[in-house]
């Protein structure tokens, strides 16, 4: 009864991997919303930059001098050090200003990453609990080659115990 729940536990754990895994590709990297935080004083505000100035990079708008043309209510009387373009974001007088991006490929990268080494990790307790097998020690012995063999020999151990008795007879088998 055990190793029948195995092919549905790795269902159900591959599934949302394989969606999320294939989200990054459905979007672009220019969809991904640019936002500047600014800082003024000790209170702090988020911009959404709906049209920076240079699309390509926007957090080149991002500055403490455009913190300051929006007239924000926490910035009032706080002024900004002498624009250096080099470094026109970041600390400067009583302004800070800081940009980031939302939904970034970075973001997708990590979150996938996570879901993919934590849902290994949970088919490998999977295999450790209902089926008896330790990936350690088949490593050790055999490396990956072992541990596929044995993958395989359990696969085929399911399947042929789900078809029904009289299979092939029914003329599929």
């Known amino acids: 009864m055990r190793l029948q729940l ?3 536990l ?3 754990t591959l599934l949302p991997v394989v969606v999320v895994a294939l989200s990054p590709f459905s979007s672009s990297a ?3 919303m640019t936002f500047c935080k600014c800082m003024c004083f000790s209170n702090s505000t988020i911009l959404p930059l709906y049209l920076p100035k240079d699309p390509l990079h926007p957090c080149l708008s991002c500055t403490r001098q455009f913190c300051l043309d929006q007239k924000l209510p926490s910035c009032i009387g706080a002024t900004a050090a002498d624009e250096d373009l080099d470094v026109s974001s970041g600390v400067g007088g009583d302004v800070e200003a800081r940009c980031f991006q939302r939904d970034s490929p970075k973001s997708h990268f990590i979150v996938v990453s ?3 080494v934590t849902s290994g990790l949970l088919v490998g307790a999977g ?3 209902y089926a008896g097998i330790d ?3 088949l490593w050790n012995r055999n490396g990956f080659r072992g541990i596929l063999s044995e993958l395989i020999d359990l696969s085929q ?3 042929s115990r789900s ?3 009289n299979y092939a007879a029914m003329g599929r088998g």
């Open 6 to 8: 195995l092919p549905l």
């Open 10 to 12: 790795s269902f159900l």
């Open 30 to 32: 220019p969809s991904a």
């Open 114 to 116: 996570f879901i993919i």
């Open 127 to 129: 295999l450790k609990q």
């Open 135 to 137: 990936l350690q020690e």
């Open 157 to 159: 151990r399911i399947f």
């Open 163 to 165: 078809r029904p008795r």
